[in-house]
């Protein structure tokens, strides 16, 4: 997914907003799981969004998103974000965030998602990293709901 930073998605310094960059983070993940599951997602959760280095007003904001792993109802979307100079096409990364998406069906209830094969070494390696996000992803969430 592609974007243009336009001034009025950013701050005085003229460098994006982060809460601009984290909604197009939210979308192309969503496209993302959609694409894969078919079907309607939401998202649970967004975690690990580091914002490593500004983008500029008139540069072209490349969002790339992967389904890394599948789990029941659940998948982890991977997003990489980088800021490309529209004029020497000179990229660096500027965030990279992990999304999960439940599928529901048209009644609101959750759904298996189609199981995920990993490939390429890339694809094998996010695979694997993804159980280990989704183990402290889950012992947060078990943190968070015992101090309720
Ligand atoms: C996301 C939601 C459907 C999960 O419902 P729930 O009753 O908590 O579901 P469960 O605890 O049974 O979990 C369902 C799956 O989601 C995963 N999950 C739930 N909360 C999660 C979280 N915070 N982070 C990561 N995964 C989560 C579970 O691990 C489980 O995965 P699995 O089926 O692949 O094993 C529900 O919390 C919800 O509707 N939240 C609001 C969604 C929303 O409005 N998003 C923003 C706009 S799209």
Redesign the pocket.
């Known amino acids: 997914m592609t974007e243009i930073v336009l001034p009025s998605y950013a701050n005085a310094l003229g460098t994006v907003f982060g809460g601009q960059v984290a909604a197009w983070i939210?979308i192309a993940a969503?496209v993302a799981a959609m694409r894969h599951a078919r079907n309607i997602?939401?998202?649970?959760?967004m975690?690990d969004l580091h914002f490593v280095a500004p983008a500029h007003v008139g540069e072209i904001v490349v969002l790339q998103a992967h389904v890394n792993r599948?789990?029941?109802?659940?998948?982890e979307v991977g997003v990489r974000v980088e800021a490309e100079n529209p004029l020497t096409g000179e990229r660096r990364h500027t965030a990279t965030a992990y999304l999960?998406f439940?599928a529901?069906d048209a009644a609101g209830q959750?759904i298996a998602?189609p199981p995920l094969l990993p490939e390429s070494e890339a694809e094998r390696r996010r695979y694997q990293q993804a159980e280990q996000r989704?183990i402290w992803?889950?012992e947060r969430?078990q943190m968070r709901d015992s101090e309720e």
Do not use: I, P, Q
């Open positions: 939210d969503g997602v939401v998202t649970a959760s975690d599948v789990f029941t109802t659940s998948m999960t439940v529901l959750r998602v989704r992803r889950l969430r």
